[in-house]
């Protein structure tokens, strides 16, 4: 597998198509797209700061790595509260996909990949049609993404 760096020129955030393809849409914080990773053994989230180019976490202004540490805090404190005893990893290694992204994920000795990397270990088992909506409706709402209508 080679290392794909982002190659858009332009000053337009442009999501990697690895990314898209392998991850749900839930939403946008002030930074950055919120996504679910589309792999039903894993609660796992994806934080993507919306600033083009981005590779790496210096390429972030000041700023941007601030609300990042903000959003970072907010999603790992859901993804706790969830699942209090569960292992929380966070990594942001872009071996494969070079644009700045942040994964967020439970694990427990329960997973099919514990306790080593998730990332190679086995194809993803994707949700179905049905499991994606209720998924992602789950974690919209627990992460302040989705506000109910009165």
Excluded: I
């Excluded at 390429?59 to 903000?70: C, F, P, V």
């Excluded at 439970?106 to 049905?130: F, I, Q």
């Amino acid at each position: 597998m080679r290392y794909n760096k982002p190659t858009d020129e332009s000053n337009l955030f442009v999501l990697d198509q690895r990314l898209a393809n392998d991850s749900l849409r839930l939403g946008a914080f002030e930074l950055c797209d919120v996504r679910l990773f589309n792999d039903s053994r894993y609660d796992w989230l994806m934080l993507v700061p919306r600033v083009p180019l981005a590779v790496e976490w210096l390429d972030l202004s000041e700023l941007e790595q601030q609300q990042l540490g903000r959003e970072l805090k907010h999603v790992s404190q859901c993804l706790k509260h969830w699942q209090p005893n569960a292992k929380l990893n966070v990594g942001a290694l872009g071996n494969v996909v070079a644009q700045l992204h942040v994964h967020l994920l439970l694990r427990s000795p329960d997973d099919p990949a514990w306790p080593g990397p998730v990332w190679g270990h086995s194809p993803a088992v994707a949700y179905s049609a049905e499991e994606a909506a209720v998924q992602c409706e789950f974690w919209q709402r627990r992460l302040g993404l989705l506000v109910d209508q009165d």
